[in-house]
């Protein structure tokens, strides 16, 4: 149980292009997702957290206008990085609340999504 | 601002030696969690401590949180091959909102030579 899927798994693309990936929650639900960006060999920075049917609650130093957080559904948050440049190639993450362990912060996560911008 | 604080960044160890990472934090816990990431992998949860003093055990794997609840460790006994990753504490800092927000530490690399 608890497995969060992240598509696309990788992804390419040309600078100044917007790149979209989905986070879902495949057997629970889950009011809150959190996005993170990890790069090579540190640890992970959370970007924002993502609340189905509210607006995304995002970190400071995060361009809210940049990284556009949709949490349509209790199964689904999707981050899109709009007008991507090289630096922001990097590893994203998401991981996932289970809406019913309310007594535990155990977050689940994605298998990420690896993006290079060329 | 508040930081969990991980140490030591790397460990190399040889298979069947023991080994430990330490989490602090400047201030008090909620709860604390720990995660392994395999390479190229994502973090996957271990285990989460609440009680002040608690002591938890999963084979090979304690867990500590300390008594004041702003430190933490994970000792490994005699390591194998496969405990090979990157393990990280995340904290829940006390008073924090109710969505969970954790706070990672940075980690520590761990390597075993067979």
């Known amino acids: 149980g608890a497995v969060v899927s992240q598509h696309p798994s990788w992804v390419i693309c040309k600078s100044g292009t917007s790149v979209k990936i989905e986070c879902r929650s495949l057997d629970f639900q889950a009011t809150t997702m959190f996005w993170y960006r990890q790069f090579p060999k540190q640890s992970l920075m959370l970007m924002a957290t993502?609340?189905?049917?509210?607006?995304?609650?995002?970190e400071q130093g995060v361009e809210k206008d940049k990284f556009l957080i949709n949490h349509a559904s209790l199964t689904l948050s999707t981050l899109t990085v709009t007008s991507a440049h090289p630096e922001d190639s990097s590893f994203y993450i998401c991981?996932?609340?289970?809406?019913?362990?309310?007594?535990?912060?155990?977050?689940?996560f994605g298998p990420g999504t690896r993006l290079t911008v060329l | 601002g508040q930081q969990v604080m991980q140490i030591p960044q790397y460990q190399h160890v040889q298979e069947g030696e023991d080994f430990t990472t330490y989490c602090n934090s400047s201030t008090t816990l909620s709860n604390i969690q720990w995660y392994k990431q395999r390479p190229g992998g994502h973090p996957v949860f271990l285990i989460q401590l609440v009680k002040s003093g608690e002591v938890k055990k999963q084979k090979r794997l304690t867990f500590q949180f300390g008594e004041a609840k702003k430190n933490s460790s994970l000792h490994i006994t005699a390591t194998q091959t496969t405990d090979v990753g990157t393990y990280f504490c995340?904290?829940?800092?006390?008073?924090?909102?109710?969505?969970?927000?954790?706070?990672f530490g940075q980690g520590t690399i761990l390597t075993v030579h067979p």
């Open positions: 993502s609340n189905e049917g509210s607006k995304a609650t995002y």
């Open positions: 995340a904290g829940r800092i006390d008073g924090g909102t109710s969505y969970g927000k954790l706070t």
């Open positions: 991981s996932a609340r289970d809406l019913l362990k309310t007594s535990t912060d155990t977050q689940y």
